[in-house]
């Protein structure tokens, strides 16, 4: 670690060092190569400007980690809102369909057979699990990134979204039972039409 | 009795509650009941957990994929510094 002084230096340092692990952390999140790429500059750009208030208490590495995972939240958050409310009440009635008046299953979970084992299964599933999460409402979709892929607890989550906790239950419940319909139907069932 | 009996749509409710904090006991005895004889609710149970699962390893273990900044992203981040740091001198 150099001096706070020659820092200019330092944030051109971290790019070489650090930029690859940076957008690959970035990637696996947001899908997409520009926005990834874009989280990295940011990550870079804000650690240069705060590097004097850098504690020295962590590494360099895990500070920069540190900025970029907020950043990710950020730009979960900050996902442009859904065009029109017709979306909003597709899932809706969605979630309507998928109980009867007496609340039991109408859409029941079908078995979805032995959990892939090998890695190639494992990363076509994740793909089909991520195209989910983008097709659903963004507030859904960013609070439940929020939760299931950085384990952030829904204290942060409510927070960051400034909702109140019974509602963020609701919400992340929502994305759950969509998710999970869309993958079924996108993946299992393909895969049992298949066989 | 029957507070702690509960609907599956109660309970699909429940089960996703239950990953994001620690239930009631009553909540937690009525989950557990409606379980023991409900196989669809078993099942549902069993899948978003599979999905926590597989998204809490992608999220954890990202060094596994093999992509890098290309380079072109490269030199227009590190163009991108140059110029922030021009601009603070």
Known sequence: MGTRDNNEHEAVQWLDLYGDALYRFALVRVRHSFAAEDLVQETL?????????FSGKSSVKTWLFGILKHKVMDYYRKLPPEQGDENLDEFAATLETMFDAREKWKIQPGSWGNDPQNAYQQKELLAVIFACMDELPHRLS?????????????????????TKKSNCWVILHRARMLLRRCLEINWFDQAAKGK | MRHWIFSCKQISRLLSESMDRRLPLYKRMGIRFHLMMCVLCRRYRKQLLFIRSLLRQEGKAPEFSCHSLSEDARKRILDNLKKQQGEKK
């Open chain 1, 45 to 53: 750009l804000a650690g240069y400007c705060s590097y004097k208030n």
């Open chain 1, 142 to 162: 960013g609070m439940y990134r929020m939760r299931e892929l950085e384990g952030a607890t829904t204290g942060e989550i409510c927070d960051r979204y400034q």
